[in-house]
C-alpha cells in the first residue's frame, strides 16, 4: 500500500528557479493538502483541494500554485524560488471514513533554496 | 498569529513517566482536535483525536483531556517508553471546513 508518494526526496534549488513538487495518491481521497514544516512554526497550510478541479488557499499561499487536475495527483510549484521557501514539504490526503476525516501524510520533500 | 498554541517545545520524560503536552486555542470556530504523531524523517501520523462535546477520550496509553470553557486540551501519555520519542502536533480543524491549523509541535524524549 504506497498511500501517499512524494518527489523528489530531496532537493537543492539555485534561487529563481522553478520548481515542481509531486504528490500522488492511490487511495482515492477527493481532499488533499500541502503542508511546509519549519522549526518552530509547526505545520502551515499552503494551499488545499477539496475535489479534482477545485483548489484553494492556505495559510501561507504566496509564492505557490498548485492545480488538481484529476483525483490521485497534486502538484505544488514555485514559480520563482526565494531562500524563504526552504522547508520540508507534506502532501497529505483526507479519508472520508472517520468522524473528522484523518489526514494521511507522505514523508515529505526537503527543498534548500540558496 | 498561532490560533493553536502549543507547550513545551520540548520534553524530556523518564521511561514509565507521565508525558503531558498541552495546547490551547483562540477561535471558538474549531470542532475537531486531533493529536498528530511525527517521527524523524517521516511524515505526521494520526495518533487520537476528540470532539469538544467530549471532556475525555483514552486510547491505550494515550489520553486527551479536554476543557470546553478553557480552550484548552491536552495529550497525557501513561508509562511512557523510548518508541514514543517523537515529535507531537496538536490541531483543530476550522467548523464547516476540512482546514486544519496546527500547533508548532512537542519534540518528546523518553530516557530508557
Known amino acids: 500500500i504506497a498511500g501517499i508518494t512524494q518527489a523528489p526526496t530531496s532537493q537543492i534549488l539555485a534561487a529563481g528557479r522553478r520548481m515542481t513538487l509531486r504528490c500522488t495518491q492511490d487511495?482515492?481521497?477527493?481532499?488533499m493538502y500541502w503542508y511546509r514544516q519549519d522549526l518552530g512554526l509547526g505545520l502551515r497550510l499552503i494551499h488545499y483541494?477539496?475535489?479534482?478541479?477545485?483548489?484553494g488557499k492556505g495559510e501561507v499561499p504566496d509564492g505557490y500554485s498548485v492545480s488538481r487536475a484529476n483525483t490521485d495527483d497534486f502538484p505544488l510549484t514555485l514559480a520563482s524560488a526565494v531562500p524563504s521557501q526552504t522547508s520540508v514539504y507534506f502532501c497529505?490526503?483526507?479519508?472520508?471514513?472517520?468522524?473528522?476525516?484523518?489526514?494521511?501524510f507522505g514523508e515529505g520533500s526537503r527543498l534548500t533554496v540558496l | 498569529q498561532q490560533q493553536v498554541k502549543q507547550s513545551p517545545q520540548s520534553l524530556i520524560v523518564q521511561k514509565g513517566g507521565i508525558s503531558i503536552i498541552n495546547c490551547a486555542y483562540e477561535?471558538?470556530?474549531?470542532?475537531?482536535f486531533p493529536w498528530y504523531q511525527q517521527f524523524p524523517g517521516k511524515g505526521p501520523a494520526l495518533l487520537i483525536a476528540i470532539r469538544p462535546d467530549v471532556s475525555e477520550k483514552k486510547e491505550g496509553r494515550f489520553t486527551i483531556s479536554f476543557n470546553k470553557s478553557a480552550k484548552q486540551f491536552s495529550l497525557h501519555i501513561m508509562d511512557s517508553q523510548p518508541g514514543d520519542s517523537a515529535t507531537y502536533f496538536c490541531?483543530?480543524?476550522?467548523?464547516?471546513?476540512?482546514?486544519?491549523?496546527f500547533g508548532t509541535g512537542t519534540r518528546l524524549k523518553v530516557l530508557a
Open positions: 483541494s477539496n475535489t479534482a478541479g477545485t483548489t
Open positions: 490541531a483543530a480543524r476550522r467548523m464547516g471546513t476540512y482546514k486544519y491549523i
Open positions: 487511495m482515492r481521497h477527493n481532499a
Open positions: 477561535n471558538t470556530a474549531f470542532d475537531y
Open positions: 497529505a490526503s483526507r479519508s472520508r471514513d472517520r468522524d473528522g476525516g484523518e489526514l494521511f
